[in-house]
């Protein structure tokens, strides 16, 4: 059974500071891999996917990491902004597209 | 183009009622996903509707049902409603046929149950 952990819980920091969000999984029989954003009460917003043969996607101040191999990916954010503050959640797509979520990272960017 | 859309946003209910909650998919999607998100949890899977049949199935009781119309929108329906059925309830939709295909999730259904 999939399982999909994220480090750490949550996470505190002053605005302008870059950090890094921590997804892993057991199983790395996947097709993809997702983040996502999330604000308090609110739907999931898609940030970043990479596919399964990829190393790495960007987009504007995110990037994100896949290493299938060991189960490992990270999210980048570079230059944190106090609108950046939400709940950051990893997902990974496993046979006949259903994903498999971790609990989520919840980050809080102070001015 | 419009976005994935769920009604309504809101809903309370009492134990044993029963519920209906409904999705549209974004526009050229044909496969729509649920998920119930706990407080303070991830998504978990609950089913998957393709060509108005169920496809896949998570780890939940019958109680939840589903139902995929001709126009690809689709209802969720939980029967005999329980205390811990309160959750946000997020439907996602996509294109079948293309495995590593990203997913679309709309604003979700938060479902309050007393």
């Known amino acids: 059974k999939q399982e999909v952990t994220q480090i750490p819980a949550a996470l505190s920091v002053p605005e302008g500071e870059n950090l890094v969000l921590n997804c892993s999984f057991t199983?790395?029989?996947?097709?993809?891999l997702q983040w996502f954003r999330q604000d308090p009460g609110k739907g999931l917003t898609s940030l970043l996917l990479?596919?399964?043969?990829?190393r790495e996607q960007t987009s504007g101040r995110l990037n994100a990491s896949l290493d299938k191999s060991s189960g490992r990916s990270t999210l980048y954010i570079a230059a944190s902004q106090p609108g950046d503050s939400a709940t950051y959640l990893c997902a990974v797509m496993e046979y006949g597209n259903k994903l498999v979520f971790g609990a989520g990272t919840i980050l809080r960017v102070k001015s | 183009d419009a976005g994935v859309t769920q009604s309504p946003t809101h809903l309370i209910k009492t134990r044993g009622q029963q519920v209906t909650l409904r999705c549209s998919p974004k526009s050229g999607h044909d496969t729509v996903s649920w998920y119930q998100q706990a407080l303070g949890q991830g998504p978990q899977f609950i089913f998957q509707y393709y060509e108005e049949e169920e496809r896949q199935r998570g780890n939940f009781p019958d109680r939840f049902s589903g139902h995929q119309f001709p126009n690809y929108s689709s209802e969720l329906n939980v029967n005999a409603l329980l205390l811990g059925d309160s959750a946000l309830y997020l439907c996602?939709?996509?294109?079948?046929?293309?495995?590593?295909?990203?997913?679309?999730f709309g604003p979700g259904t938060r479902l309050t149950v007393l």
């Open positions: 199983d790395s029989a996947i097709y993809n």
């Open positions: 996602a939709s996509s294109l079948a046929g293309y495995l590593e295909n990203e997913q679309f």
């Open positions: 990479i596919q399964s043969s990829q």
